[in-house]
């Protein structure tokens, strides 16, 4: 996508081999600064402290880190070593496992002089493929956003809420909620976003309102408790998400807060999809919420908040006592129940294991005897 008229991918090789090329979101939307990797460390550094984030970034960081642990060294060991590492960077998000598994399946079994120019290709082809199943799990939704807009008043915009950061800054391109936005967008149907600031790190405000804004996409930032009102007024048509891990039958891990905007749709009639490319399905599990790892991160990013002050300056301010104990749960799982459908790169689904199989018939597992 486009920043300041220029097309961006989140992660780009900036030479083969030797050095990778990221946006530290930590920066933005007050900053756009462009970092490079040039060592597994840093990749896995990007994961943990979320310069890089969002399940699909993560993933295609991953992979790339592993791409930068053969170019220092392609021993067993540094294999073995660069996948602990990477993998014990964030908990939740299973397109961080899927990439790392993808990756030590292929250079596993190669010679070692090989490995150098097989992982940077993999990482390369893992960045391209999560381009292009977004683009493609956009354009099916595109047609429900068209569906919608040909039922509304005329010249009236399709309302759409959002939770997080599923934009193209949380994937290598296009995003997953955001794609079909974007796609809708492009082709001239009016759309309007409801932005979820998402505290506590505020990926909505910071990231998703500054890419929709690059992109010249109406969109209103509201504090994350709106949403219900405004579905109780009719001033949401529906609701896209994205997910970090979706289990085989359709439960939907995403940013915490998610399944209160999927109670609050349910309760109103309003649609609510999540799109999800499918290397965000993890097809080993089938109850989210007793299955799905939930990360709990530092309370800081709950009692302390960041911003821009009058002077221009971003600085970090405390909003409570001192003293106030803190929990920082940072995703929540969605039942299926409440999920009116999957955006996949193969279609639309339902959320059930159904669904899924229909789709992805060559990913159900059949019980062992
Ligand atoms: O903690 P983050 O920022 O890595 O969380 C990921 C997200 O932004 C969301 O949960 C998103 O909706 C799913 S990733 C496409």
Redesign the pocket.
């Known amino acids: 996508m486009e920043v300041q008229g220029v097309a961006y991918r989140s992660i780009w090789a900036i030479e083969e081999g030797k050095r990778v090329g990221i946006i530290d979101q930590t920066r933005l939307p007050h900053e756009f600064v462009e970092v490079e990797l040039t060592a597994m460390n840093d990749a896995a550094i990007a994961i943990r402290d ?1 310069w890089v ?4 970034l ?1 993933g295609a960081t991953a992979a790339y880190g592993m791409a930068l642990a053969m170019s220092e060294d392609t021993s067993n060991d540094s294999l073995d070593h660069a996948y602990e590492t990477l993998y014990a960077t964030r908990p939740t ?1 299973v397109n961080l496992r899927w990439a790392l598994d993808d990756m030590k399946m292929l250079l596993q079994p190669a010679m070692q002089e090989d490995r150098v120019a097989i992982a940077w290709q993999r990482a390369r082809e893992i960045c391209d493929e999560d381009a292009e199943a977004n683009r493609q799990l956009g354009a099916h939704g595109l047609r429900l956003i068209e569906e919608i807009a040909a039922k509304k008043p005329a010249g009236e915009p399709v309302n759409i809420l959002t ?4 934009g193209w800054l ?2 290598v391109d296009w995003g ?2 955001t794609s079909a936005i974007y796609q809708a967008h492009n082709k001239g149907i009016k759309v309007h976003v409801w932005v979820d600031e998402t505290r506590p ?1 505020n ?1 909505g405000a910071h990231l998703t309102a500054w890419e929709l804004g690059e992109h010249g996409v109406p969109h209103t930032l509201i504090v994350d408790n709106v949403g219900g009102h405004l579905m109780q007024h009719g001033l949401v048509d529906l609701c896209i ?4 891990r979706t289990t085989a039958s359709g439960d939907v891990c ?2 915490i807060g998610t399944y209160l905007k999927a109670l609050a749709a349910h309760d109103n009639g309003v649609p609510f999809y999540v799109a999800l490319p499918s290397s965000t399905i993890d097809w080993t599990i089938h109850d989210g919420i007793k299955e799905i790892p939930i990360e709990q991160r530092c309370g800081d990013e709950v009692a302390f908040i960041t911003g821009q002050n009058a002077a221009g300056v971003v600085e970090n301010v405390r909003i409570c006592p001192q003293s106030t104990p803190v929990a920082n749960y ?2 929540d799982v969605t039942p299926a129940k409440y999920v009116n459908g999957l955006m996949t790169e193969r279609g639309v689904c339902a959320a059930s294991a159904e669904g899924l199989a229909s789709l992805f018939p060559e990913r159900v597992m059949v019980p062992q005897p």
């Open positions: 979320m984030r969002g399940a699909p993560i998000a939770h997080c950061n599923a949380a994937t997953t909620a790190r990926q998400v994205g997910t970090d995403n940013k940072a995703f």
